[in-house]
């Protein structure tokens, strides 16, 4: 919730960009890390939506997201997904945080300035910033069958926290080749344990024929958002 509050205004941009690009059409939006609804929330108010397939691993938050989107007059546009995504079919344990958006499968380096600066600001609204670990399914996102029905994916949005690649190599390339615009965020700092940098990130799009087109950074954290586009060569 915290974190939200200060991001408004990065969604308000991003919503710009969209909204200028993508002109009103009626979207098909793959959400991967939907937590509790925030970006399909965003999404739903702002543009013209066809279908979300949306997909979250934490089965609590999950439940959350549930009620939530029960609730809302966009609710039969929706597929919600209680999965994880990656590059592999498996089972994988979700490390949890109280502040449940920063939630990852990867480790965390508790000695890192950033983690310690995060764990004292969260401290005052919770005794212990992380919460146990949680056993989820993850499949790549080409094994969900949902995925072939959609003519097209205008965006594709990824919040991970570290595991972003993962999620791009679980794509075939006719599914690469549904999709107009990835949408996802990238942390500098060294608290998460990833096994990519932001370089192997590009490297791996350009390679799929997307560009960046659009980045912002995010407030008081080594994180930049990123959109790239698809470029038809």
Do not use: Q, W
Not at 93 to 122: A, H
């Amino acid at each position: 919730m915290v974190i939200s509050l200060i991001d408004t205004k990065n969604k308000k941009k991003i919503i710009i960009f969209f909204k200028k690009e993508l002109n009103e059409k009626l979207l098909n939006i793959i959400d991967v890390g939907a937590h509790k609804g925030e970006t399909i929330s965003l999404f739903c108010k702002n543009l013209t939506i066809n279908k979300i397939l949306a997909f979250e691993p934490n089965p609590i938050v999950f439940k959350e997201l549930e009620k939530k989107i029960k609730k809302t007059n966009y609710k039969n546009k929706i597929n919600l997904f209680n999965l994880g995504i990656g590059d592999i079919e498996e089972k994988k344990d979700l490390l949890t945080f109280n502040e449940s958006s920063s939630s990852t499968y990867n480790t965390i380096d508790e000695k890192t300035k950033y983690y310690i600066r995060k764990e004292k600001f969260l401290s005052l609204f919770s005794k212990n910033i992380l919460k146990k670990k949680i056993s989820t399914n993850i499949l790549p996102l080409s094994k969900i069958n949902e995925i072939n029905n959609l003519k097209n994916i205008d965006i594709l949005k990824i919040d991970t926290e570290g595991y972003e690649l993962n999620v791009l190599k679980g794509i075939s390339k006719d599914h690469f080749n549904k999709i107009k615009y990835i949408y996802f965020e990238h942390h500098y700092d060294l608290m998460i344990k990833k096994n990519y940098k932001y370089s192997d990130i590009k490297i791996f799009l350009n390679k799929n024929n997307f560009y960046l087109t659009f980045k912002i950074k995010m407030k008081f954290r080594k994180t930049f958002e990123y959109i790239y586009e698809k470029k038809n060569k």
